[in-house]
């Protein structure tokens, strides 16, 4: 009887070490903050977005405690394998180059890439109605890397890199570039503004393909699958859909 309830009282002892780890378990997400509607800071420093949202959803669905840490854009890769937090959710395109620094999650949603310039100007977008322009775009983007492999880095025309998007939209409407190439839904999002209505997309979007996904360190592949697995609920169970339409009226899963 007395191994019975030395064995009873160890028991419980393990469930409550098993629930209170559960319970303290926490994780450290990793935001720009600079890049609205998808991440920015609100009037009183807060970190908001579509970013942030879906990953407080994910977080729920995990069931563990997530912190938001900010980081420059320039160094958020670096960051997250300086271990400075736990994963990456801030509009991160899945490319092969970023795969050998990181490991990706599925797609959380789909984006593309396009100019947008003033109203009033006739913008056409192929490679020789470019030669001349000065083109703003946000550093190591997607966009960037088109701008340079479409002309800018023969210098058919200027780029000029930003670290954060908001340096670019200033420069385009006080006149010192003639358009910007960014993501379409953030660039959605700016010219609905006061100072984005006199803009305007020009032409086609450059680029259909790009998915964009969470990132983690190389061979963290329990937290890649619990994130997949949460994405794959909230999905189902409409949490996606109600985040989505809060920033958009239309789907970009």
């Keep these: 009887m007395q191994n019975y309830k030395k064995f009873l009282l160890a028991a419980a002892a393990t469930l409550v070490f098993s629930a209170n780890a559960m319970a303290a378990e926490k994780l450290k997400m990793g935001i720009e903050a600079a890049y609205p509607p998808f991440n920015n800071k609100d009037a009183s420093g807060q970190v908001v977005g579509f970013d942030k949202d879906i990953g407080d959803a994910l977080c729920a669905k995990m069931k563990v405690e997530c912190e938001v840490v900010t980081s420059d854009w320039d160094g958020i890769i670096p960051a997250l394998n300086a271990k400075k937090f736990d994963f990456l959710i801030s509009s991160l395109s899945i490319t092969d180059e970023r795969k050998q620094a990181v490991d990706f999650t599925d797609p959380y949603y789909s984006n593309k890439q396009q100019f947008i310039a003033p109203k009033n100007v006739d913008f056409k977008t192929d490679r020789a109605s470019l030669k001349g322009k000065t083109i703003g775009t946000q550093r190591a983007t997607q966009a960037a890397t088109w701008l340079d492999d479409n002309g800018g880095m023969d210098g058919d025309f ?16 006080s006149g010192r570039l003639d358009a910007i190439l960014a993501d379409k839904y953030a ?49 189902a169970d409409g949490t996606y859909k109600k985040i989505n339409d809060k920033y958009f009226p239309f789907s970009i899963y």
């Design 187 to 235: 660039n959605y999002d700016w010219l609905k503004s006061d100072a984005g209505k006199n803009y305007e997309f020009k032409g086609d979007p450059v680029n259909e393909s790009d998915k964009v996904g969470i990132a983690v360190r190389k061979g963290d592949t329990q937290l890649r699958d619990r994130l997949n697995a949460a994405l794959k609920e909230i999905v």
């Design 158 to 173: 200027k780029v000029n890199l930003y670290d954060g998007q908001e340096n670019a939209y200033l420069d385009l409407t």
